[in-house]
Structure formats: structure tokens, C-alpha cells
């Protein structure tokens, strides 16, 4: 699975931006997705992670209620809403996918990443 984000951006605190993770070949449906972000100087972090038919999904503690994972198995594309931005949300954020079942959300869970996208948010 090849995977491509893109969306990011340079926001105000408060805003909103929508992230998305193209996939390329015909097994997209069968893994768990998830986004992780690495901010300057620190490690990389999950932010959310759904299942492969988008059942289940988890979430960090620091987004609940602010971010939303979606994704459209029929356009092998997996979605990262991020509303009531903050600037401790500044990051690169980095789209994954996942083989094991049920749905993880620790890093090595994931076999496949991205390139990453940039997501600045000004105070």
C-alpha cells in the first residue's frame, strides 16, 4: 500500500482544515488506518486510527470531540477532520495502515506510512 496525504496548511487557532490519505492498490479496504503527528522536537504521537470497514474507530485523549477519521473504501481514501484547531495541534501528521485486526493503535501496529503533511496553527 502506497500512501499520499495531503491537506495540510497553515490555520488560525479556532479553525478548522480537513486531511486526506490517498491509497494506492486494491486491499485499501482490508487494513486499519490511522493518523499519527510528530511536533518539533518530539516524538511521533497517534492523533486516530479506524478499522478497515470504518466501524471502530479511536482517538487520542487531546482530540476527542475535536477530530474526526472517516474514510471511503469505494475511493481508497481515509480522512482526518480536525475542527477547534489549537496550537499545541502544530505538526506534521503522517497517514498509516494497519494489517492487524482488531484495530491498534500503537505504532508499530503500522506497516505503511505516508510522507506527511504540515498542519501550523497560529494563536
Known amino acids: 500500500v502506497q500512501l499520499q496525504a495531503s491537506g495540510g496548511g497553515l490555520v488560525q487557532a479556532g479553525g478548522s482544515l480537513r486531511l486526506s490519505c490517498a491509497a494506492s492498490?486494491?486491499?485499501?479496504?482490508?487494513?486499519?488506518m490511522g493518523w499519527f503527528r510528530q511536533a518539533p522536537g518530539k516524538e511521533r504521537e497517534f492523533v486516530a486510527a479506524?478499522?478497515?470497514?470504518?466501524?471502530?474507530?479511536q482517538y487520542a485523549d487531546s482530540v476527542k470531540g475535536r477530530f474526526t477519521i472517516s474514510r471511503d473504501n469505494a475511493k481508497n481514501v481515509v480522512f482526518l477532520q480536525m475542527n477547534s484547531l489549537k496550537p499545541e495541534d502544530t505538526a506534521i501528521y503522517y497517514c498509516?495502515?494497519?494489517?492487524?485486526?482488531?484495530?491498534?493503535?500503537?505504532?508499530?501496529?503500522?506497516?505503511?506510512w505516508g510522507q506527511g503533511t504540515l498542519v501550523t496553527v497560529s494563536s
Open positions: 492498490g486494491r486491499t485499501f479496504a482490508t487494513y486499519g
Open positions: 479506524i478499522s478497515y470497514l470504518g466501524g471502530v474507530s
Open positions: 498509516a495502515a494497519s494489517p492487524f485486526r482488531p484495530l491498534r493503535t500503537d505504532h508499530d501496529a503500522f506497516d505503511f
